[in-house]
């Protein structure tokens, strides 16, 4: 069964560093979502990829995070520099279209010390 | 602002009996609405989905209930196994393609 891949699995950094994520999307699917959940919290939308085009940006704090997907396939999320409150759980997800059923990665437990 | 409340963080039930998860939302915009089901150091699995034209559907043994006047969706395992220990996340989407999520339900089934 195809799987949304992501990696590292965990990272651990200190303050005022760069880190950067990566995900790779089930195969044919066009719309990738990355999602950060604080602990306790449900996942919280940052930004979402209609092929190569970003298409919701609105929460993602562009300040110090970016993300691409160059080529409409795989995908890098990028924090720099790294922040105490960026601790949390970066989610990977995929989906065939905008309004289809969202795929999981296992995600990226990020701790900034 | 939490558009997706889940306002009971966890649930204990006995193995075999019902479950039922509840989530309100407060926007009328909302027209799909899932569930999700996350094990620990797991990304969140798809379970079951239901459209706002719907008030039911049913997959073998979940249910989900929808009442659009309440805002209101429920989720039930009928019957409940050890296997479904997890922390379920109800999600909302609107007409113009967003997602919100709930803050989770921590389930625990007890043998």
């Known amino acids: 069964e195809a799987e949304v891949a992501q990696s590292p699995r965990y990272k651990i950094t200190e303050k005022s560093q760069a880190v950067a994520f990566w995900c790779d999307p089930i195969?044919?699917?066009?719309?990738l979502y990355w999602y950060r959940q604080i602990l306790g919290q449900g996942p919280e939308l940052l930004v979402q990829f209609q092929d190569e085009s970003v298409v919701d940006d609105s929460q993602l704090p562009k300040d110090r995070f970016s993300a691409e997907r160059l080529k409409g396939v795989d995908s890098t999320l990028k924090i720099q520099p790294a922040e105490l409150g960026d601790s949390a759980m970066y989610l990977c997800?995929?989906?065939?279209?905008?309004?289809?059923?969202?795929?999981f990665g296992p995600g990226t437990r990020l701790t900034v010390l | 602002d939490q558009q997706v409340k889940q306002n009971s963080p966890s649930l204990s039930v006995q193995e075999g009996r019902i479950s039922i998860l509840n989530c309100d939302y407060t926007?009328?915009?909302?027209?799909?609405f899932l569930w999700y089901k996350k094990y620990p150091a797991e990304g969140p699995t798809f379970l079951i989905s239901?459209?706002?034209?719907?008030d039911k559907n049913e997959d073998g043994r979940f249910t989900v209930f929808l009442n659009k006047s309440a805002k209101h969706l429920s989720l039930h395992i009928v019957p409940s196994q050890p296997g479904d220990s997890a922390v379920y996340f109800c999600a909302a989407q609107n007409t113009g393609n967003q997602f919100y999520f709930g803050t989770g339900t921590s389930l625990t089934v007890i043998p």
């Open positions: 926007n009328s915009m909302f027209d799909y």
């Open positions: 195969s044919g699917h066009a719309t």
């Open positions: 239901i459209s706002s034209i719907k």
């Open positions: 997800a995929s989906a065939t279209g905008n309004t289809d059923t969202q795929y």
